[in-house]
C-alpha cells in the first residue's frame, strides 16, 4: 500500500542552526501538507502546497519555515534558524484532492532543539 | 483560531466494552476525518466522512458526520487491547478554508 515517507525520523540540532525535513508523498497526490505536534499536545496544521505553490499557511509558519518540491517526489519543510519551542513532532501529509479528500500522514520526524 | 473540541480526554474501558467519543464545534464542517495515534507513529487514517447524516462503518469502528454539520462521533464495538492509543478528529470548514484542523484528541487504555 503505497505511503507517506519522511526522513529522518529523529534530528537533534542546535539553536539557531538550519534543520531540512524530507517526505515523499504518495506518487499520484497532488496535495502536500506539514503539521506538528507538540508532545502530548494535538496535531495543527502549519501550510500546505499545491502546483508548486503555498496555497494556505498558518500563523505559526513565520519567515523561518519555508517549504520546497525541489524535484517530482520529495516535498521539504526548511526551518532557517531554530528556536527551542520548535521541538516536536513534524508530519508531512498528502492527498489526492484538496479539502475533501482523505489525508494520509507520514511517521513524522522527531525534532529536538538544544 | 478555529476550534474542535474532543471528549471525552480520556478514558479507561474493560476490554470488550463499547467505546463512544465525540467532537463538536460552534463551526460547520464539510468534511470529517478520523485518525489513530499510536505513541511516537503519526496519525493513521480510520474513516472518511463526507455527508452530513452520513454513518459509515470499518470493521468495529462506525462513525457518524452530524446532521448540523459540527459534530462527529467514532464508535468502537467490542473494545481490544491492540485499540489503545490516541484518537483525533480532523474537519475541514466550510468556509474557504481547506486546510484539516485537528481536534484535542481522546486517550483509549483498554484493560485486558
Known amino acids: 500500500e503505497p505511503e507517506v515517507t519522511q526522513t529522518p525520523s529523529h534530528q537533534v540540532t542546535q539553536m539557531g542552526q538550519e534543520v531540512i525535513l524530507r517526505c515523499v508523498p504518495i506518487s499520484n497526490h497532488l496535495y502536500f501538507y506539514w503539521y506538528r505536534q507538540i508532545l502530548g499536545q494535538k496535531v495543527e496544521f502549519l501550510v500546505s502546497?499545491?502546483?508548486?505553490?503555498?496555497?494556505?499557511k498558518s500563523e505559526i509558519f513565520d519567515d523561518q519555515f519555508s517549504v520546497e518540491r525541489p524535484d517530482g517526489s520529495n516535498f521539504t519543510l526548511k526551518i532557517r534558524s531554530t528556536k527551542l519551542e520548535d521541538s516536536a513532532m513534524y508530519f508531512c501529509?498528502?492527498?489526492?484532492?484538496?479539502?475533501?479528500?482523505?489525508?494520509?500522514f507520514g511517521e513524522g520526524s522527531r525534532l529536538t532543539v538544544l | 483560531g478555529q476550534q474542535l473540541n474532543q471528549s471525552p480526554q480520556s478514558m479507561f474501558i474493560q476490554e470488550g466494552e463499547d467505546v463512544s467519543m465525540n467532537c463538536t464545534s460552534s463551526?460547520?464542517?464539510?468534511?470529517w476525518l478520523w485518525y489513530k495515534q499510536d505513541p511516537g507513529e503519526g496519525p493513521v487514517l480510520l474513516i472518511a466522512l463526507y455527508k452530513a447524516g452520513e454513518l459509515t462503518s470499518n470493521g468495529r469502528l462506525t462513525a457518524q458526520f452530524g446532521i448540523t454539520r459540527k459534530d462527529s462521533f467514532l464508535n468502537i464495538s467490542a473494545s481490544i487491547p491492540s485499540d489503545v492509543g490516541i484518537y483525533f478528529c480532523?474537519?475541514?470548514?466550510?468556509?474557504?478554508?481547506?486546510?484539516?484542523?485537528f481536534g484535542t484528541g481522546t486517550r483509549l487504555k483498554v484493560l485486558a
Open positions: 480532523a474537519g475541514q470548514m466550510a468556509s474557504g478554508t481547506y486546510k484539516y484542523i
Open positions: 463551526s460547520i464542517f464539510n468534511t
Open positions: 502546497f499545491y502546483n508548486n505553490e503555498i496555497s494556505e
Open positions: 501529509a498528502s492527498s489526492r484532492t484538496e479539502g475533501t479528500g482523505e489525508l494520509f
